[in-house]
Each structure stands twice: as C-alpha cells, then as structure tokens.
C-alpha cells in the first residue's frame, strides 16, 4: 500500500505552483489547476451513457467516425472551455490537459477535437486580422469545421517546396488558387476527407509574377448548405489506416478555383488592391518561422496526448502485474511486478510520464507568452528560435518514449497483452502516427540539432562570452564548455550513492551533451575540409552525431524541469517530495545507462562509475515497486475510459477477462462458414 494519498498526489503534480492547502484540497472545478480540467473531462466521459456503452472494437471504420464526430459535438456542448482560465498562460496548459483526457477515450476523437478547436481556429486569431473574426463564432458553433493543409503528396516536412499556388487577379481581387499536378495535392490533411467544409491553405503567394513564398489562405473547400465540394476543389478520403481512424485525413486538389482578397490571412503580410505587398522589411526567414508557428503548437499538444498514451499502456501493464501471479521461491507463487526485470523494463517508463508531465505544463506555459508577443507583434527572435528547437525535440521525445513504453507493456501483460480487448494493441496503433505527424521525428529533431550546433560554433568562436537564452536552456552546459572538454576532467562522485544526487547526474548530462557536440562539429568540419558541401555534411553527421546531442538535450530539460518542480513543493510535504524525486532520478539515469558509451567517451565516466549508475537505477526501480500501482492510479483515467479487463482498478483481472471473452458479439455463435469445414473433410 502507498505511504502517498493520491488525492494530494495528483494535487501537488498539477498545482505545485498555486496557494493551495498543504492537505492538497482540490476545490472541484474552480481553481484553474490541470488537475481539475482533467478531472472534469474524466469525470463527464465516464459517466455519458453513449461512451459507457461504446465498444470501438466492434463498430465499423463508417461507424467509428460517426461516433467521433457525434461526440465532438457533445464536447462542444459540454463547453469545458468555460472552467479554463483567464490567464492565457495558464490556459494554454489547460487546453493540452483537456485534450490528453480526452485522448483516454479516443485519440481521434481528442485530434479532431484539437485540430479544429485548437489549430483552426487559433490560425484565424493568430494568423488573420479584424477581418477575419467574425469566422470564430461560427468556428465555435461548428457551423465552419476547419482543417489545416501544409503537406503535398510530395513533399511534407520540407514545407518551403511545396507547389500550390494562390496567384493575384488585380483585376477581380481575387487569389486563384492552382494544385500545379497530382504531386502538388494536399495530402494527409486531417478532417478533409469528409468533415472540413474550411481550410487554412498554405499556398505560395505570387503578386506581378512574383513568388514570395508560402502564406495562409482561409479557404472553403465544401457548402455550408450540402457539404458537396465546391466547383474547383476536389476533395476526397484517404481511406483506412492501421490506427487513429477516428479522424478523416483526406487529400486536396484546386482548379483554378478563386477566393476573395481578404481571405489571405494578412497578420504577417498583405496585399494591397493595387497589388503592393506589405511585407517586403520582413527577413523571409523571420517571416516563415512565424508562420509556421502554429505547428509549434501542436506539437506542444502531441506531447500531451503520446503522455496520456504511455499513461494509458503502463496503467494497465502495472496494474496488471500486481495481479499476475507465476513461479515463487517456494510453493506460493509471487506477482511479476517482484521480478527484476519487470521493474526494470516498465518503471523507467513511468518515472517519464512524471517527467514528461511538468516539462509540457512548463513548455505550455512558455508557448502561450509567445503566443502573447506575436499578438502584439514584439516576438523576440531569440525566444522563437529557442522555443522551436524545444517543441521541435519535445514531440520526437514524448513519441519515442510512449512508443517504447506501450510495446514493453504489450509484452510485460504476456498474451493477455495482445488481446484486442484489453486496449494496449489499440492504443498503440493510435500512437504510432504521433511519430510522423506534424514532422517526422527523425528529421524535425534536426531543427534542434542545428540550433545547438549554432550555439556551440558562437561559444567555440569566442570562449570568453557568456551565452544565454531566453529560457536558459543552454547556459548552465554551454558556458562550461572548457571544465567539462578539457584534457583529464572526470565526472565528480566518489561512491555509489551519489551518482543519483542531481548535481552530479547534471554533470553526466552536461558533459553527455557537449562531448556529443563537438564530435559532431568534428565530423561536419572534417567532411567540409575535404570539400564537402554543407548540407551534405550535415546529412552524413546525423547517426551517432547530432542526432544524439539533440536527444540528451532534450532529456537534460526534462530532468531539469521536474528537479524545478520538485524543488517548489512545500515542506511540509517531504514524503511526495521524497517519491517525485525518486522518480526523477530514476528518469534520469535510465537515460544516462543508456548512453554509457557517450559518458565512457574520453574517460569521462569510469567504468566503475557506469557500474555505479546501473546498480543504482536497479535500487530506484526496486524502491518504486512499493509506489508504482499508486503512482499510476495518480494518472490514470476512470476505468470507463481505460475500457481495459486487465487494466480495471479494482484487480479483479480473471473474472474480466473471462467476462469480456464469452460476451463479445459471436463468441459462442456458430460461423456462417461452418459449411466449408464440412466439405473440407469430406
């Protein structure tokens, strides 16, 4: 039994930051907290007699999408928007928080929720002018259903050569927008297939023969009054996919199809009737970053839904094992979650669904003061760049780890993992497009990669200033350049138990991240001299290289928030503050053991220290065996949105199972095909 209450478990998780009791009262719905957002969406879910009686696992792909949009419409009516707060900063943190609990129930459901709620709508506020705000109300009513079309069928992460364009008529005032060939298609666009009757169209504005790159358009593709595609676009569904079918992504085609003047989403730039465009002072590159800031959203979004999915997947593969009984020392058999390996193949995982947890609060909150500045036009570029390179790492990071967590829970649950009805084939298949959505992982990361390598040529550069950050990110590592790559530094504990203290796991992640660095300005500086282009330089220092540097910087940030986190926790509060800290560095050093190469690199770490670091992540894990079931009824949803047998709160695992195999539909009915077993044996 946990020494934690869970109540002020999930309390001080979300509210560490507000004037609250230290018993962790949550005054229900009112305070402004996650938690109580959350709780709200969790509590309204489960009790809906509609999703009290769905089983997705028996609708079909038709039906399935019906009931996402039958309940999207539900949520717009619920209006839980109305229990957010005021403050735009808080209420960014809230919105992903909504949308990860609805994410519990179905993730399609929480995407199309999110897309057009969230990205559309926030595309014509931040995007548009006065000009355009009439269209939000009717957004709000679902009188407009909107998506927001980027990818090509050719081209996708690579956003500056896509091909559709919106071309000037001075003499109509009107843009005609054109899909130059079938490769300039809009592709994978979500919501287009059969519900969006908008878009907001990135296309490439030409003005006199002039290209000046891509802009958005506001863009009805269907009626408002029969939902037929309007002469000009073609519109259609992409079909089945092996998950998140929930959602319609479709594809889009124009035909010399025209728009009004003022559908150009004119905040960054316009064009005049005459034909003058007003944004010529603006660096193209400035220009397209703010742009493309919407995706920055997202993306902060996505990491909240791979955290509710990797909540999800370890809630019933914990619990689960709490149950599950095979082999013992003596005649009794044991729980596997008393096994070694159990422990050391889950637990990792949940200490990162902590972790995970404060730093998309921390980065939320940080994208909404950036929303702030971009509405008053006074962004500061430093914060932007800062900011991209972090949304940019966030959601390959929270992808990769949910990915990880949900396939070892699938076989830590054995068989009974792979039963359908026990959810965690399904949550995996809805995850598996967080990996490439809104940019692959692989080469979204590389935006990272390049601000960190930016950093660390000024640094190389000029060793005597001081670089800092908006957010600090860097400063601490970077500024330390020298100590920690100097001839014979070494890493700082002298015993075991001190390779768990954050200072000296910092130190790991500090020299872990540098070390990476300057390996890889080797690789591109050594493939430059020998006449080597850059981009292909950088190209070949990807595996091993700047692809890693990436990956430890963002876990450093990690780390670093749930240690800031931890560190507002009252003092009265010791035993909570004693369990997140235990998760924190298990987090921690189940990053570092799996980078020992990189530590042992120069002989930073000795091998006696690695030594150390595994032998102590295996004592976190044992020490958190007494926690996990507790830890992960802190995050779970209500069992009503779990839907898992296995994974039910009250651990009568055999008896559900049973149950859900003898009444799903056609269990114990004869096949219509019984016939063909006949003739087969004869």
């Not at 690579?158 to 008529?169: I, Y």
């Not at 014979?488 to 020299?511: D, I, K, M």
């Not at 070390?515 to 050594?526: A, C, I, P, T, Y």
């Not at 020992?596 to 690695?610: C, P």
Request: charged share 20%; hydrophobic share 40%; proline share 4%.
């Amino acid at each position: 039994v946990s020494t934690i209450e869970i109540p002020l478990l999930w309390t001080m998780l979300y509210l560490f930051n507000d004037k609250r009791s230290a018993l962790g009262r949550v005054s229900r719905f009112k305070g402004g907290g996650d938690y109580e957002i959350k709780l709200k969406a969790h509590h309204m879910l489960s009790i809906d007699p509609i999703v009290r009686k769905t089983q997705l696992l028996d609708m079909t792909f038709q039906q399935h999408r019906k009931w996402v949009f039958q309940q999207n419409v539900r949520l717009r009516d619920l209006n839980v928007s109305q229990h957010f707060s005021s403050d735009p900063k808080i209420r960014a943190s809230q919105s992903v928080a909504f949308l990860s609990a609805v994410a519990s129930l179905d993730n399609g459901l929480s995407a199309k929720h999110g897309l057009h709620m969230g990205m559309f709508i926030n595309c014509i506020k931040n995007l548009g002018t006065e000009r355009h705000q009439h269209y939000v109300p009717m957004c709000e009513r679902m009188e407009i259903f909107g998506s927001f079309a980027l990818t090509e069928l050719s081209h996708g992460s690579n956003a500056k050569a896509m091909q559709t364009t919106a071309t000037f008529d001075i003499a109509t005032q009107e843009f005609v927008i054109n899909s130059p060939s079938h490769e300039a298609y809009k592709w994978w666009i979500g919501m287009a297939g059969q519900t969006a009757n908008y878009t907001c169209l990135m296309a490439k504005l030409i003005v006199n023969g002039k290209n000046y790159g891509l802009h958005p358009f506001l863009v009805p593709i269907r009626s408002l009054v029969d939902h037929t595609p309007l002469p000009g676009v073609h519109v259609g569904d992409m079909g089945h996919k092996p998950g998140l079918n929930g959602i319609d992504n479709g594809f889009i085609g124009f035909d010399n199809f025209r728009i009004p003047r003022e559908n150009l989403l004119n905040f960054l730039a316009d064009v005049l009737p005459d034909g003058t465009y007003t944004a010529e002072h603006i660096p193209a590159n400035q220009r397209f970053a703010l742009l493309l800031n919407p995706l920055s959203a997202g993306r902060v979004g996505i990491v909240g839904v791979c955290q509710t999915n990797l909540i999800n997947a370890l809630t019933i593969a914990i619990r689960y094992s709490a149950v599950r009984k095979q082999f013992g020392p003596g005649k009794e058999e044991i729980a596997v979650i008393e096994y070694q390996t159990q422990q050391y193949r889950l637990f990792p995982h949940l200490a990162a669904a902590y972790a995970i947890e404060f730093f998309r609060k921390w980065l939320s909150y940080q994208y909404a003061i950036l929303d702030q500045q971009m509405a008053a036009k006074t962004t500061d570029k430093h914060f932007l760049n800062e900011m991209h390179a972090l949304s940019s790492a966030a959601k390959p990071l929270a992808g990769w780890q949910g990915r990880d967590a949900i396939q070892t829970a699938r076989e830590c649950c054995g068989g009974h993992g792979y039963s359908g009805v026990n959810r965690i084939g399904l949550i995996r298949d809805d995850h598996d497009p967080n990996l490439t959505y809104e940019g692959e992982n692989w080469v979204l990361i590389q935006q990272t990669e390049k601000y960190l390598l930016d950093l660390f040529n000024k640094k190389l550069s000029n060793p005597q200033k001081q670089i800092k950050t908006p957010l600090g990110t860097v400063n601490d590592w970077i500024n330390s350049l020298e100590d920690y790559l100097k001839e014979g530094s070494t890493w700082g504990p002298q015993n075991e138990s001190e390779v768990r203290e954050s200072r000296f796991y910092l130190q790991a992640f500090h020299f872990r991240i540098l070390s990476l660095l300057q390996r890889s300005m080797e690789k591109v500086s050594g493939l430059a001299s020998q006449g080597t282009d850059l981009f292909t330089s950088f190209s070949e220092s990807q595996v091993f290289h700047l692809h890693s540097a990436a990956k430890a910087y963002a876990e450093f940030v990690v780390v670093t928030q749930f240690l800031q986190a931890i560190q507002k926790i009252g003092g009265d509060n010791s035993e909570l503050r004693q369990v997140l800290q235990l998760l924190c560095n298990t987090y921690a050093l189940s990053k570092l053991e799996l980078d020992l190469s990189t530590l042992r690199d120069r002989d930073y770490v000795s091998s006696k220290q690695a030594n150390w670091i595994r032998k102590q992540l295996l004592d976190c894990c044992k020490q958190i065996k007494g926690e996990a079931v507790s830890l992960v009824d802190a995050l779970a949803p209500p069992d009503e949105l779990l839907n898992s047998p296995i994974g039910a709160s009250d651990g009568d695992v055999y008896k559900r199972i049973f149950n859900a195999a003898i009444s799903g539909p056609n269990a114990m009915e004869r096949p219509d095909w019984w016939t063909i077993t006949r003739r087969a044996a004869l």
